[in-house]
Structures are given as C-alpha cells and as structure tokens.
C-alpha cells in the first residue's frame, strides 16, 4: 500500500492545474482509491482498498469556508488554476471563498467532486487522461 511519503513525493512535482492529471495518474499507480481534500486548512484523508486510508495533517492555517456556494466562481477559481495562473495555496483560498468546503478525487472514476460544507455538490468534473 501507499505511504504518505509517496504521496508527498508525486504531489511535489504539482506546480500548477495543469500537472494534476500527471499527479491524480502516479498516485492511482499507488494503490490510492480516492482521497478527500479539507480545504479548511488543507487537511486530507487517502483512502485505499480494504478500508486502508493515511491521514495527512492540515498545510495551512485555518481560513473560512463562504458561505454563500457559487458554482461561477469556482468554475472560475479552476479554469484558472487550470491554465497555470494560480498556485495551489491561492487555488484553496478562492475555492473556500466560493463554498467549497471538501473536494474528493477519485481514482477510479476518474472525477473531482467538489462538496459544501452540507454535503451538497457544486461540481463534478472529469480528471482529462493523461497523453
């Protein structure tokens, strides 16, 4: 199975939304089922097969999630972060500003669910096959 080292290794090659699909396919080769992202402070939970799972301690300090959800700004907040323009931190900060409170990536669907503090879905989108 897959340590937390292993993931801290293939998340530092990230720079930018656009070296994710490359991270989400290293880490799938781990073993890794899917992983649950708190942007309240940067806090994950890596879940593999037979109820496996590594926690991974907050990165930053506690920021507020918005409270009003607004599906625009975070299909803002990702294009751009997409193209390379926002770093990660900067990505968390405008995706809580925009409601999100969680987002799950799953390796097997291939998909980034992003989640609201109630448990509602602002958006799911397809994690683009790596060429």
């Known amino acids: 199975m897959f340590t937390l080292q292993q993931i801290k290794a293939a998340h530092a090659k990230v720079r930018t939304g656009v070296d994710f699909p490359n991270y989400v396919q290293e880490i799938k080769g781990l073993g890794l089922l899917y992983y649950e992202f708190f942007v309240s402070d940067g806090a994950t939970v890596y879940h593999g097969e ?30 751009i972060h997409q193209q390379g ?38 958006i799911e989108e397809p994690i683009p096959a790596v060429e």
């Not at 300090?61 to 959800?69: D, F, T, V």
């Open 50 to 79: 037979n109820g496996y799972k590594v926690d991974a301690p907050p990165i930053y300090a506690h920021q507020e999630i918005g409270p009003q959800a607004s599906v625009d700004a975070l299909e803002h907040t990702i294009a």
């Open 85 to 122: 323009q926002t770093d990660f931190l900067t990505f968390c900060k405008q995706a809580a500003q925009a409601g999100v409170a969680r987002w799950i990536v799953d390796t097997e669907e291939m998909m980034c669910t992003y989640v609201t503090d109630d448990g509602g879905i602002l």
